[in-house]
């Protein structure tokens, strides 16, 4: 049982969200570095689509690229428009 599943139960309050299966920091527009990628589904220059443990990513934007990918990292570079959990 998970830190957040037992407080839940001790506290009888289910609102608590989930814990997010990734993590993301921004770098004003033009970098982005994620943690806890399953795959990459899609990947061109105004879309990278990514697969996470419990659904996806969809990055949308302009001259985007890849700088890095290992280990379930990944640091996305160009101009980010939007991001959206899918």
């Known amino acids: 049982m ?23 920091v921004l770098f004003g527009e033009n970098a982005m570095y994620l943690e806890n990628i399953k795959t990459i589904v899609k990947y061109d220059k ?13 990055i949308l934007g302009s001259e985007l690229f890849i700088k890095k990918y290992c280990g379930g990292d990944l640091v996305v570079c ?5 991001i959206e959990k899918i």
């Open 2 to 24: 998970s830190l957040i599943d037992n407080i839940r139960n001790c506290f009888n309050y289910n609102e608590i969200p989930n814990e997010p299966n990734f993590r993301a």
């Open 78 to 82: 160009g101009k980010i428009k939007k």
């Open 46 to 58: 105004e879309q990278i689509v990514l697969s996470l443990k419990d659904g996806g990513l969809d």
